[in-house]
């Protein structure tokens, strides 16, 4: 069975006190695995986060959109404007790469980390959720909180 990492959106401008640590632990990681994908969120100008959450940050191209760590050169980036990453594509993907288990790992633990862990879960493939290599920008309360949760939602062997 191979296996796969998936960095979630380690970028610029999730970067904060709750979450400085991580770059530098994904930039190690990445070079542990044979297969990485990586995240990179935009915000667009007529997305819901903007009419009903009214958050304005991440325009496409802004220095918040960077990638905060040194991505791994074959490493497969993912542009996206939504939660997950989980789409046909995405999945076609994992399929054609022979991937049954992908190891998730990035920001926003209890955001991000989560929706694409159950969207993983719900495809068939076996999500497991690196704890040591997540955060959240809310702080460790929500990032626990967040585990927690997760380990009911796929397992508690599948968040490490």
């Not at 994908?37 to 007529?46: D, S």
């Not at 791994?72 to 989980?86: E, H, L, P, W």
């Not at 789409?87 to 633990?109: R, S, Y």
Request: hydrophobic share 40%; aromatic share 12%; with cysteine.
């Amino acid at each position: 069975m191979e296996k796969c990492l998936l960095i979630i959106d380690v970028q610029k401008g999730f970067i904060n006190e709750h979450t400085s640590h991580i770059p530098e632990l994904i930039e190690k990681l990445q070079y542990t695995y044979n297969y990485v994908f990586a995240t990179k969120f935009h915000n667009p100008p007529e997305s819901f986060y903007r009419k009903l959450i009214h958050w304005d940050k991440f325009n496409e191209g802004s220095r918040e959109c960077e990638f905060a760590y040194d991505l791994k050169r074959d490493t497969y980036v993912i542009s996206k404007t939504v939660y997950s990453c989980v789409n046909d594509f995405f999945l076609e993907k994992l399929a054609a790469l022979n991937i049954e288990e992908v190891h998730i790992c990035g920001l926003e633990t209890d955001m991000c980390v989560t929706k694409n862990a159950v969207d993983l879960f719900e495809a068939g493939i076996i999500p497991v959720v690196l704890s040591k290599y997540c955060a959240s920008c809310s702080g460790e309360m929500a990032h626990l909180n967040a585990l927690q949760t997760l380990r009911r939602y796929i397992g508690a062997e599948q968040v490490l």
